[in-house]
T-cell receptor
Framework: TQLLEQSPQFLSIQEGENLTVYCNSS?????LQWYRQEPGEGPVLLVT?????EVKKLKRLTFQFGDARKDSSLHITAAQPGDTGLYLC???????????FGKGTMLLVSP | SQTIHQWPATLVQPVGSPLSLECTVE??????LYWYRQAAGRGLQLLFY??????ISSEVPQNLSASRPQDRQFILSSKKLLLSDSGFYLC????????????FGQGTRLTVV
């Protein structure tokens, strides 16, 4: 069973600041996904990374998969209040039909 | 396009009462289906998953059960609810095979009193 550690657990920043959150494990993954969840709703898929060293950008969000495929980071530039939510990473391995989720980073962006 | 429906959105049930939560998916065939529980807005715990009709895998032994009577229908049940069953329940689907990208329903907030 893979264990995904997310840090920090909670982050409170002002609008316009930059931030990075992390997802780490001692295991190697075949793919890793990032989701964002707003209160009272289901998580929404943001991105999937599958290649070591891969970098994907989604507007102000930059996702990176570690070279060894054991860790990932999410960087947000010029955060906005609309970025507020719980950011979850999830990983899977070849041959498995299920995902393992981290406990998430709760981000609060204040105006 | 694919959509997932989960209901009800909120539910308050007394201890010892039965439970039935339903989830349906539209716009895809033979999806993998999942039930998760989320405590206090944190990480998701996988409860059950299904790769086909009548095929259910349980991840955590507990007071709950799941069934898949039709290809795109997934039901979470309990005969007698416990206080500890309270939580936010999420249904999700994925394409399966080698694609585990999950698409979630809106969730059900269950409070057992």
């Amino acid at each position: 069973t893979q264990l995904l550690e997310q840090s920090p657990q909670f982050l409170s920043i002002q609008e316009g600041e930059n931030l990075t959150v992390y997802c780490n494990s001692s295991s190697v993954f075949s793919s890793l996904q990032w989701y964002r969840q707003e209160p009272g709703e289901g998580p929404v898929l943001l991105v999937t990374v599958v290649t070591g060293g891969e970098v994907k950008k989604l507007k102000r969000l930059t996702f990176q998969f570690g070279d060894a495929r054991k860790d990932s980071s999410l960087h947000i530039t010029a955060a906005q209040p609309g970025d507020t939510g719980l950011y979850l990473c999830a990983a899977s391995n070849v041959g498995y039909s299920t995902l393992t989720f981290g406990k998430g980073t709760m981000l609060l962006v204040s105006p | 396009s694919q959509t997932i429906h989960q209901w009800p959105a909120t539910l308050v049930q007394p201890v010892g009462s039965p439970l039935s939560l339903e989830c349906t998916v539209e716009g895809t065939s033979n999806p993998n289906l999942y039930w998760y529980r989320q405590a206090a807005g944190r990480g998701l715990q996988l409860l059950f998953y299904s790769v086909g009709i009548g095929q259910i895998s349980s991840e955590v032994p507990q007071n709950l059960s799941a069934s898949r009577p039709q290809d795109r229908q997934f039901i979470l049940s309990s005969k007698k609810l416990l206080l500890s069953d309270s939580g936010f329940y999420l249904c999700a689907w994925s394409l399966g095979l080698r694609n585990t990208e999950a698409f979630f329903g809106q969730g059900t907030r269950l409070t057992v009193v």
